[in-house]
C-alpha cells in the first residue's frame, strides 16, 4: 500500500538514502537536517508500505511555492509514484497559500522534465552554468496554481512547526 505524509527528523537517513541514491550532486545530511528549522519549508514523503520511496523538498514564501529537491527510488520510478508526489506536493503548497511554483532542473534531465510538462509547468527562464559539478544549466520551470480545491490525494497530513530562510537547487 502506498500512502504520502509529511516527513519529520526522524525520517532524515530514508531522504538522505533516496537523496544519494538520485543525484550525483546530492544534499548533504546537514543540508537537509537543516530544512527542518525552516518554517516556510516541509518535506512530503510516498511510502512503499513501511519504505520511504521518495520524497519532495518544498518552500512557500508568501505566495510562491517552491520545490527544492524531488526523487524517488530507482526501483520505483516510472510507476506513478513521482507524479503522484508531485501532485501531493502542489495540493499542499496551493493549501499554504501559494499560487505559482518554480523549480530548477537540469537541462539534460528528460524523465523529470517530461513529469514537470505532464503537470503544465513551462519554461520560464535559464540559470546558466548553474550546477556546480558539470557546470550545466538549469531551466526555471513555472507553474500558476489553479485556485480551486484539490481532491484529498494527502493523507495523515500533520501540521509542524519549523523556522529560518531560503536556500536553493532540485
Ligand atoms: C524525475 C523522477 C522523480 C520521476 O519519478 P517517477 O516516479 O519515475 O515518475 P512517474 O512514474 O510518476 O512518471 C510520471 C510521468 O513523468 C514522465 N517520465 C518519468 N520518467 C520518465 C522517463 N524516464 N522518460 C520519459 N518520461 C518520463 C512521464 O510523462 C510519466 O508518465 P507516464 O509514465 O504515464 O508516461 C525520477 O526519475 C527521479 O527521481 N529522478 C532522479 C532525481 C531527479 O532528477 N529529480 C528531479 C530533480 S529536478
Redesign the pocket.
Known sequence: MRRITLLHKESLEDIFA?EAD??TLPWTREMLNAEFLKSYAFFLGIFDEERL??FSLNWVLFEEGH?A??????E???????????DASLQEMSRRGAGVVH????KS??????????RGFERAGIRPRYYTDTGEDALLMQLILETKDNDDIIHHIREDANDSGPKQR?
Open positions: 533516496v538520485s543525484f520511496a521518495g520545490i529537491d524531488f526523487a524517488v527510488l530507482p520505483y520510478r516510472r510507476q506513478g509514484l513521482g507524479g503522484s508526489l508531485l523549480l530548477e532542473v537540469r534531465n528528460v524523465s523529470a522534465l517530461a513529469l514537470y510538462a505532464s532540485c
